[in-house]
């Protein structure tokens, strides 16, 4: 029978979620379907609620209801409720459970690219959802000291209260001594605004051993191609991007076996797709 899934968002005109699953379908022969489910917010109760009377067996949850959707489901994984975020349902008869596969996919692409964050000082920009999944990585890969650094001071210090750590604003930069992984967790450079860069003096990225960006589109946004250019190590958000979908698929499907070739097919594939 055929196996229905999808992403909830809005808007979704962009999404790689459904071209991505269905090349991993495409080469693990099943026969499954990945639908856009967009809805405005006034619909995502009824969505929900419709998407399980259909029986689809999964979704991807993406912006702006990572946080609003915790609200409709029967059930919630731990880290999930920690971090505060679920962006994977998978379907239960009693309704949707729901978790989030962000940080695991950005722990898979830290591993690829070798960024180790144990004993490491790290760094956050931003305070949001994203930021979020990041404090809470950092924290269970037993990094040394946290910082958020964001616009808003009160929000980096909500993110603190959660995860321990110090928050900063951009006033009190000049307070950053030591060495950091340092996370690029705002939507600042991201498409179509790719010229947009946040207000870090030259003289911070002498405190930087490696730079992560999690915007994905474009692959270098400016913070990271500055970084590359003072030669540190760094890493966009695409392989995170791919990695959480994949550990989305484990949750609807445990039994699936992706081997490596797949893996690599489909991710040079979303590549070629997105930007060729
Ligand atoms: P969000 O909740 O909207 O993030 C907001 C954060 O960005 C807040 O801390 C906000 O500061 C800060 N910010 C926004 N505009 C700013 C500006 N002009 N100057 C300085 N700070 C600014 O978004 P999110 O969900 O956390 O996502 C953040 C980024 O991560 C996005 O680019 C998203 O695409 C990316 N992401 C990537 C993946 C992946 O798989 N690669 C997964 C999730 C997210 P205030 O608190 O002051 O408002």
Redesign the pocket.
């Given at each position: 029978m055929t196996q229905v899934y999808g992403i909830i968002g809005y808007p979704l005109g962009h999404s790689l979620s459904p071209y991505m699953h269905s090349r991993y379908a495409y080469y693990l022969n099943e026969s499954q379907e990945y639908h856009i489910f967009e809805c405005t917010p006034d619909k995502l109760e009824d969505t929900v609620q419709k998407l399980h009377r259909n029986n689809v067996q999964g979704l991807n949850v993406?912006?702006?209801y990572?946080q609003e959707i915790q609200r409709f489901l029967c059930d919630i994984d731990d880290a999930a409720l920690k971090i505060g975020?679920v962006?994977t349902l998978k379907y239960n008869v009693n309704g949707y459970a729901g978790f989030n596969t962000?940080y695991i996919?950005?722990k898979n692409?830290l591993d690829s690219a070798d960024i180790s964050l144990k004993n490491h000082n790290v760094l956050i920009?931003?305070?949001?959802?994203?930021?979020?999944?990041v404090a809470y990585l950092a924290r269970k890969e037993g990094c040394n000291e946290l910082t958020i650094l964001?616009?808003?001071l009160?929000?980096?210090e909500r993110i603190c209260g959660d995860f321990g750590g110090r928050a900063l604003?951009?006033s009190m930069i000049d307070c950053l001594k030591s060495h950091y992984i340092v996370f690029?967790?705002?939507?600042?450079?991201?498409h179509p605004a790719t010229d947009?860069v946040?207000?870090l003096p030259d003289t911070i990225y002498s405190h930087f051993e490696a730079a992560v960006?999690?915007?994905?589109?474009p692959l270098e946004t400016l913070f990271l191609r500055k970084s590359k250019y003072l030669g540190l190590k760094t890493l966009?958000?695409?392989?995170?991007?791919?990695?959480?979908g994949l550990e989305s698929r484990r949750i609807w499907n445990p039994s699936e076996t992706i081997t490596d070739d797949i893996k690599k097919k489909v991710y040079d594939e979303c590549i070629d797709y997105k930007w060729s």
């Open positions: 993406t912006l702006p990572k975020a962006n962000d996919g950005l692409s920009l931003g305070a949001g959802g994203a930021a979020r999944a964001n616009r808003t009160s929000n980096a604003d951009y690029q967790a705002t939507k600042v450079g991201m947009e946040l207000p960006d999690l915007i994905y589109n966009n958000g695409f392989k995170m991007l791919i990695e959480q």
